[in-house]
């Protein structure tokens, strides 16, 4: 009951980072994900063989548990990420990027992949935008939506990668 119930509250603190994301606040974004590190690296240790020891079994999927915890690479980054975050005091560190999406029904000649560091106002977007000259034609929808990328994985965006940890939290308490 005690790993349904962590569980619970990290899905809860999930659910914030993502609004804060698309808030554009960056600083309970920031909370936010030291919550589900500190939480969701509590799940894996003892706290999961003191609820399930006695069940028949589970020493045998218990070692196969830790194997899968081992090579997945959001186990890694999050175990070593709670270790500097509870002996350290330091959050993860990353950066926002803006990723330009440009939609529109007029033809666009070049468009070529923008990024924007750092939090991107609106008036920072109509900036950005006067100064891309590649754009032949004006768009009908311009969006510029903020990504928190951690500075050691830059291939998915912060929160997907989170995202895929928490399932995998999920499935190792639901194998239980």
């Not at 969701?40 to 999961?48: A, C, F, Q």
């Not at 186990?75 to 993860?92: D, M, S, T, V």
């Not at 939090?119 to 900036?127: D, F, I, N, V, W």
Request: hydrophobic letters at 35%; a positive charge.
């Amino acid at each position: 009951m005690y790993l349904k119930r962590r569980m619970e509250t990290i899905q809860f603190f999930f659910d914030k980072l993502k609004i804060s994301e698309i808030d554009r606040n960056f600083k309970e974004f920031g909370y936010y994900l030291e919550a589900i590190i500190a939480l969701g690296r509590s799940i894996i240790g003892d706290p999961l063989k003191k609820e399930f020891k006695n069940k028949k079994g589970f020493d045998e999927w218990y070692s196969k548990i830790q194997g899968r915890i081992k090579e997945k690479e959001n186990f890694k980054f999050f175990i070593e990420k709670r270790n500097i975050l509870l002996h350290e005091g330091r959050a993860p560190r990353g950066e926002i990027v803006g990723e330009l999406k440009i939609k529109s029904y007029k033809k666009i000649e070049y468009h070529p992949p923008m990024l924007i560091i750092g939090k991107a106002s609106r008036q920072q977007e109509k900036e950005i935008l006067e100064k891309t000259k590649r754009i032949k034609t004006i768009p009908s929808k311009i969006k510029i939506t903020p990504r928190y990328y951690f500075d050691e994985i830059k291939n998915k965006p912060a929160i997907q990668f989170v995202q895929e940890w928490v399932k995998e939290l999920n499935k190792i308490i639901d194998e239980c």
